[in-house]
């Protein structure tokens, strides 16, 4: 062994993360009501199985903190917790949907709304070419591709949550591209 710190310092976190296995055999012993559990709180299963993704995601990160005697509770709340993001989430979402069709005047349209509306997504495209190519990829995958962050995740083999991070980081820089763009 080196006496590199780098070295010792990802040799210190791999020793104190969960056992692998461990992982696995609450996944096959809890998986399956964790799941019904989730569809419940989502009513969506395909939210439900990202929030479980995320729920071991987590367990592989912080299990190591977890009593074994606690550990079926301890995924029960972060299940739920990783599921009331996911509302938090969906709710400024639907937010942003209804206020857009609230704000948009349906019955008069300009003569020049097709060429004003071809400008636009221009400058979105561009916005997103100037986004790093990781966040490009992300991007890409959810809006035009229709992807769920779990399948992305698993495409491109990186977690959940490095998935939704990207994401959430590729929306920032666009937004305040496009309103320096406004401007």
Known sequence: MSDDPANTDQAS????????????????????????????????????????????????ESGHTTREETRKGWLFRVAYHEAMAFRRRQAVGDKVVRRAAWTRDTAA??????????????????????LPPEQQQ?????IYEEKTFAVISQELQIPLGTALGRMRTALQRLRKRLEELES
């Open 138 to 142: 992300i991007v890409r995958m959810r």
């Open 109 to 130: 349209r300009p003569a020049d709304e097709p060429v004003i509306r071809f400008e636009a997504v221009e400058v979105v495209r561009q916005a997103i070419a100037e």
């Open 13 to 60: 976190a791999e020793e104190v993360r969960i056992d692998p296995a461990i992982v696995a055999a609450l996944y096959v012993e809890h998986g399956e009501e964790l799941r019904r559990f989730l569809v419940g709180v989502l009513r969506d299963p395909q939210l439900a199985a990202d929030a479980l993704q995320a729920t071991f995601t987590k367990a592989i």
